[in-house]
């Protein structure tokens, strides 16, 4: 990337030029301070030229296109899931060793006696890799050689708001850009009709249910171009994507019509490129209002796909939301986050084989589909939450936990059938090839061939990155 | 290369621009701050800088003397210069920036600070740091009236450039009044300013929009961006948070031209000024703005640490345009504000009672948010403190009679009381229902443990009327008894919503066979589950229908009801309980409950009546009783004995006076001063590490250094006097730069919330000095500044560029024309409700809910909530009431660049998107808008279309359409009248968007067709748009 500002200059004149050749007029401040919105300012009027990104060219060959990112909320224990611990469960009930415990974070169980809580169901061996995971995800096995499972995540944040926070911003403090808005501000999208960053919710059983903000997926003090869109699988996919009553497609047509042609004579009259971009938006809106819905709307899909992911049209469930994020990864969208919420199991650890149900069959599907599409190889598949679980019991449940846990990715770049890292004898503290969660966005970047020094933006003074000043690509699990 | 760098050279490039400059030297010699510094910033001074853990080879370059010490350079001898063979040299191993650091320097830049050596690498304080003194106001041909001009016409002239002209007088009254109020101007004015040739008329306009209660409402917004205003607590659940009262505080201030050095200490620290009036120690909620968390397993120090942080940073920005965040965890980078200096600010405020982590002490209870009941009058203050002295005298009455004088009635309680015990009547008994009905004809079960439960449609308002049998003897009291039921949404208490709302509830009995029911007096209603701040048991025996009941913790709970008399009852006697809605609390209706019963006077809510503890101490003879056994005894007595019952009632009923007073009286968080919690310098920010000195409360180092009172503690009242004071270098210069940006869409520097080092470098440096100086001479009178920069002739130029123009400066730096800005996020919706008439302009008060998709909130949790709009007026107030919820902001609003006010916010973005598009096109307040407006076209806009269209333009953007614009919305017109006409259901349905009523006349198809024409015209750039 050339220097932000070398770039925006660039930009300035570019547009300034072409401008002053046509005739065409100003040149908005707000489009000044905001390449994003100079591009749009400079497209001609009506086109769709889209953003394409800050990062021209890449800094190194990119291995993939896109990020389709599953996220486990609530913080998926890792003893349950991909990291097994003999030694927890022979020492279950046993007193946690305080040569553990000592002086470290912790959340609920302040104050409480520590004992450890033996892994709650047994693991496998899959695949040719014979990686080892729970058998509570027969399914996921039958990829494992196409996964990479690291089981030595650690992260900053104990709580569930400010551990989202800084697992999608790398920082918690809010206000800074979600992963996605810095991928979108980067490379743009490869969709005209879409926004870049897409976000799907689903919500399960079993655990508690923890709140998620929209500042997960928030631009922050990036224009709110690179903002994640909320897609919604109730009411209007996107906010305010109907036509209101009495109102067709036609009519709505007409009225758009009215307005571009009127924005496009007082852009002649007063010469401001912001009008251009307007009339652009106008555009794109309307071509939303036809092909977000057909888009969301997954009975399209042939019985024999839906059998696959196990998703039932308008159930708004995990498996409809990989289908749809297949459906969105084929349309361009460059960066997809599904949010699977309700992992948060305080009180019963053993409700994790309702998220198996739940997350088993449309995670291993989704890996499948792509594969069979020719996908897998340009996306990355990120699978994990914002912390881990305590090796010590709470009653019958695991506490938030911090120091280790476990990730899984697959895709392009990504060696499968690959265990990377791991955490101590009893799953409490990541000791080998630690990854950290500004590792996970550097490696991210690095796949998209960004690094993620050289990503950056200015504010407040400073250029700020999505790693802050921290991060290393992770090598050992790149292909 | 920085792009100021590149403004300059393409400015030196045109004609030399360097006077006007705060550094005024000749073009030929380089300026300290204005060339070199910013080079030095971005490329040296993170290794060679103020951070002293980030210093290489101990050389710092943003002080001359340790960088001569060093022999970093040689002045005047470039060649002689280490500097200067470093930045030329090849030599990987030499090279300075090192080519690992992400940075390189440009030829010219390289050039620059050869020829700075070269010149005596002569050093400068950073401006922003040295006081402002008033420069004199440049002598220029045209010698405007106002100052400003002076300064934008002398650059002008240097450039060789002309200012634009006047902008058209329609043109020029819809700016003032959207600049000035968020308002469009009302199309009278528009037309009587367009045609007046009085020369005053201008000043005339604003003058009037100043004195407009608008005005405060539009300052206002960027204000409450800044101290991060919001409606909830913004981590976790959000929960809704009540700071309303001090977003009105604001306004007011704004409105009342409040001079902002006492703003500013009113802010941080009305609650210290002597004798505080309501008004301030309101304005000292400024403090408690910050985002609060109640998240289970968090801990108090550490959300301490986080609060602590967050007000450093956002005082910091708002009041110094200080980029003082950075030296949370080290040094900082760029300025010289230290890490220890942070936690010195942060103690300043560690005086504040307050809660880290809220889930460990009750949540955000009134007592842990120091909450403070905000009077409306000090005659309203009297009121409540005459309650006080009359409860204090009932007290004293009851007081008076003494233990012994009680003690004969009192043994006779003590054996029918444990009599009664033996029988198993001290307890509340369930009755179950013979018969439950609503008018609502909502259907209500009845289960087997007694209980009811309202199925079906959940109707907006229910009343829920049950008749239970009345076995016992002597009735004292009847209690509903709130049930969970996961049938129902979020805590499962309530049919709609996550709370249940009771209006009233009645007691009537019967003595059966056929004997009427009669009302049954109740004097007292009391909960066992703590009340909502504002909804108290007492609302529901008030006979008020507008005053209601609702619990705060949504886990059920009983309200007992005490009878007036005790009611006969018997094996036929019945009561009826009447539970009743509130109609303002649409939908969220009790779900799930029983009725009970009890026999003795004055019981508790719940569970028990006689608590363990008398009881147990009842079953000690009274002679063996120990004397902490009997008092128990005693004291209970107290509150059941026949003889204080008149007493009790008087008291209750002066509580009851008091209460259903306090009950229209908000209450907000506010400062209070305790003793102060020490805090410590937090190496890397890290919380859990005590070992960092303790930080005595301060004021960056560099600065001058705060002087409290008496030699003691430095003290919030301290800092703000601090911020007013003559030498503070940032204060003014910060809130003046701010201020331009709302007239000119960027400040003198835009970096409006970093003056530092790395700030940009002003475009006018001696005029930012000249606006600041002046508004500290003037006493801080923002109406005086604001009336100087609207009446500037700088301000009233056109917008429209011309090419010419654009060549010289593409960014318009120079502003030889004024911008056309995007309205902010809340004025896009205030715009579009003003020209449909819809608008409620009404000051202040509630958070208001408009239309919301539903749904919005599914993500939420603890409790779930379901979005409930309001009806009637809440739907048409301006933007800035919307409830603010911080994870979820209202979606119209978001898409418009509105901040989530999670976060201290100087500076918006402005961006242009397709979510604007739909939110514009398909949002219901924007359709019902077009529809109204067209409402008003159709009735007001005379006979012909071209006569409507030139109405409904004049309304909306203040000018007649074109000929071309007409000829478009002509062919909309006629198509979308043929397509109604063919389908009349169609207009209908379009038409009954939104609550309000259709009141016109016209026939459904040409309504639907001018809400079409309408509709166009909402959405039209220019109408978001102030030219």
Known sequence: MKPFEQHLQDLTRRAFLSRVATGLGSIALGSLLNPGLLRAAAAPAGSNERWRGIIDPLHHPAKIKRVIYLYQAGGPSHLETFDYKPKLAAMHGQGMPESFTKGQQIAQLQGKELKCHAPQFPFERYGKSGQQICSLFPQIGSVADDICIVRSMFTEQINHDPAHTFMNTGSVIPGRPSMGSWLTYGLGAETEDLPGFVVLTSAGRGGQMQPIASRQWHSGYLPSRFQGVKFQSNGDPVLYLKNPPGVTRRDEGEIVDAVNQLNRVQHDAVHDPEILARISQYEMAFRMQAGVPGLMDIAQEPAAVLEQYGAQPGDGSFASNCLLARRLAEKGVRFIQLYHRDWDHHDDVSHVKFKAEEVDRPTAALIRDLKERGLFDETLIIWGGEFGRTPMAQGKGRDHHIKGFSLMLAGGGIKGGVTYGSTDELGYEAVENRVSVHDLHATMLHLFGIDHTRLTYRYQGRNFRLTDVAGEVVQGILA | ?1027
């Open chain 2, 1 to 1027: 290369m920085r792009w100021r760098a590149a403004l300059a050279c393409l400015l030196v490039a045109l004609a030399g621009l360097g006077g006007g400059t705060a550094t005024g030297g000749a073009a030929e010699r380089l300026g300290f701050n204005r060339e070199v510094r910013p080079i030095l910033s971005e490329n040296c001074f993170r290794c060679h800088g103020p951070d002293q853990n980030q210093r290489k080879a101990k050389l710092r370059l943003d002080q001359r003397d340790v960088a001569l010490a060093v022999g970093a350079f040689e002045p005047g001898q470039p060649e002689a210069s280490e500097l200067v063979r470093r930045i030329f040299s090849d030599d990987p191993e030499e090279q300075m920036p090192p080519p690992e650091a992400n940075h390189r320097l440009t030829g010219p830049q390289k050039e620059i600070l050869k020829r700075w050596i070269a010149e005596g690498a002569e050093y400068e304080p950073h401006w922003a740091f040295v006081a402002p003194q008033r420069p004199s106001v440049p002598a220029v041909a045209s010698a405007p009236a106002n100052p400003i001009d002076a300064f934008i016409l002398e650059a002008l002239d240097h450039a060789g450039l002309a200012p634009s002209p006047e902008a058209d007088r329609r043109t020029l009254i819809r700016r003032l009044s959207l600049d000035l109020t968020g308002l469009p101007p009302a199309a009278d004015d528009v037309e009587a300013f367009a045609r007046s040739r009085d020369p005053r008329a201008y000043e005339q306009l604003v003058r009037k929009y100043l004195a407009s209660p608008h005005y405060g409402e539009r300052l206002a917004i960027p204000w409450l961006d800044l101290v991060r205003y919001a409606d909830t607590v913004g981590f976790h659940n959000d929960v809704p948070i009540r700071v309303w009262p001090y977003r009105d505080y604001v306004i007011d201030a704004f409105n009342r031209n409040l001079p902002f050095d006492q703003f500013t200490r009113e802010q941080l620290a009305g609650d210290l000024l002597p004798g505080a009036t309501s008004r301030q120690r309101v304005a000292s909620g400024y403090n408690r703005l910050h985002r609060i968390s109640a998240e289970g397993g968090i801990q108090d120090k550490e959300y301490l640490a986080k609060y602590a942080a967050d007000r450093v940073r956002t005082t910091a920005t708002t009041w110094l345009g200080a980029t003082m965040a950075c030296a949370e965890c080290h040094d900082h980078k760029f300025d010289p504000f230290t890490n220890r200096d942070f936690y010195r600010f942060a103690a300043i405020f560690s005086d504040l009672k307050e809660k880290g982590a809220y889930n460990l002490s009750g949540g955000f209870t009134p007592e842990n948010l120091s909450e403070e009941t905000l009077f409306a009058s000090p005659a309203q203050e009297e009121q409540m403190k005459a309650f006080d002295t009359g409860i204090a005298a009932r007290r004293r009455e009851l007081e008076a009679v003494t233990d012994d004088q009680l003690a004969a009635s009192r043994s006779e309680w003590e054996k029918s009381t444990l009599a009664l015990a033996d029988a198993g009547q001290l307890a509340w008994t369930a009755q179950h229902p013979l018969a439950a009905t609503s008018p609502e004809g909502t259907p209500l079960a009845i289960e087997e443990d007694d209980s009811v439960v309202p199925g079906g449609r959940n109707p907006e308002s229910d009343t829920y009327i049950v008749t239970v049998p009345a076995p016992l003897e002597r009735i004292t009291a009847a209690r509903v008894e709130v049930m969970q039921d996961a049938r129902y949404p979020g805590d499962e208490v309530s049919r709609g919503g996550s709370a249940f709302f009771i209006s009233e509830i009645e007691v009537l009995g019967s003595s059966g066979r056929g004997a009427p029911f009669r009302p049954l007096r109740v004097t007292v209603a009391r909960a066992s589950s703590r009340h909502e701040a504002g909804y108290p048991p007492a609302a529901v025996i008030d006979g008020n229908p507008a005053t209601a009941l609702s619990f705060v913790r949504k886990v059920g709970g009983g309200i007992a009801l005490q009878l007036a008399e005790p009611f006969a009852g018997g094996p036929e006697a019945r009561l009826t309980v009447k539970i009743h809605g509130a109609k303002q609390h649409r939908f969220q209706n009790l779900g799930r409950f029983r009725i009970a019963l009890h026999a003795l006077p004055e019981p508790d809510a719940y569970p028990e009546s006689v608590p363990d503890a008398v009881l147990k101490a009842l079953r000690v003879p009274a002679a063996e009783r120990k004397p902490a056994e009997g008092k128990e005894v005693a004291e209970y007595y107290r509150t059941v004995a026949p003889a204080l019952a008149s007493m009790r009632e008087r008291l209750a009923a002066a509580v009851k006076q008091r209460d259903s007073v306090a009950l229209t009286i908000p209450t907000v968080p506010v400062s209070r001063s305790v003793e102060p919690r020490p805090i410590r310098v937090l190496a890397r920010a890290n919380w859990m590490d005590e070992s960092g000195e303790i930080a005595e409360p301060g004021v960056p180092q560099f600065l001058r250094q705060l002087q409290p009172a008496a030699g003691g503690r430095a003290s919030r009242l301290d800092l703000a006097n601090w911020l007013v004071a003559p030498d503070n270098p940032l204060t003014a210069r910060t809130f003046v730069n701010r201020l331009w940006k709302n007239f000119f869409g960027a400040g003198l520097t835009r970096t409006l919330e970093d003056l530092g080092s790395q700030g940009e470098w002003p475009s006018h440096p001696a005029l930012l000095d000249w606006l600041a100086v002046e508004f500290r001479e003037q006493g801080w009178d923002i109406k005086h500044m604001v009336e100087l920069i609207v009446t500037s002739r700088t301000y009233r130029q056109s917008s429209q560029p011309v090419p010419a123009l654009l060549e010289a400066d593409p960014l318009n730096r120079l502003l030889a024309r004024q911008v056309p800005l995007r309205l902010e996020a809340e004025i896009v919706r205030d715009n579009a409700l003003a020209i449909s008439g819809l608008l409620v302009d009404r000051v202040g008060g509630e958070s208001a809910k408009p239309y919301q998709p539903a749904g919005f909130y599914s993500t939420l949790n603890f409790p779930k909530r379901e979005y409930v709009p309001d009806d009637g007026e809440g739907l048409y107030r301006r933007g800035l009431y919307t409830h603010w919820q911080r994870t979820f902001l209202h979606p119209s609003l978001a898409a418009f660049d509105a901040p989530a006010r999670e976060e201290c916010t100087a500076n918006r973005a402005v961006s242009n998107t397709p979510l604007q598009a739909l939110v514009l096109l398909n949002d219901p307040t924007y359709v019902e808008a077009a529809r109204a407006f067209a409402e008003r076209v159709l009735r007001e806009g005379g006979w012909t279309f071209r006569g409507k269209l030139t109405w409904a333009f004049r309304h909306a953007l203040a000018r007649p359409p074109t000929t071309a614009e007409t000829g478009i919305l002509q062919e909309l017109f006629n198509r979308q009248r043929a397509r109604y006409r063919a389908e009349e259901p169609a207009a209908r349905e379009l038409a009954a968007v939104g609550a309000a009523p259709v009141t016109s006349k016209a026939g459904a198809a040409d309504l639907a067709a001018w809400t079409a024409v309408t509709r166009a015209v909402l959405n039209l750039h220019e109408t978001i748009t102030r030219n």
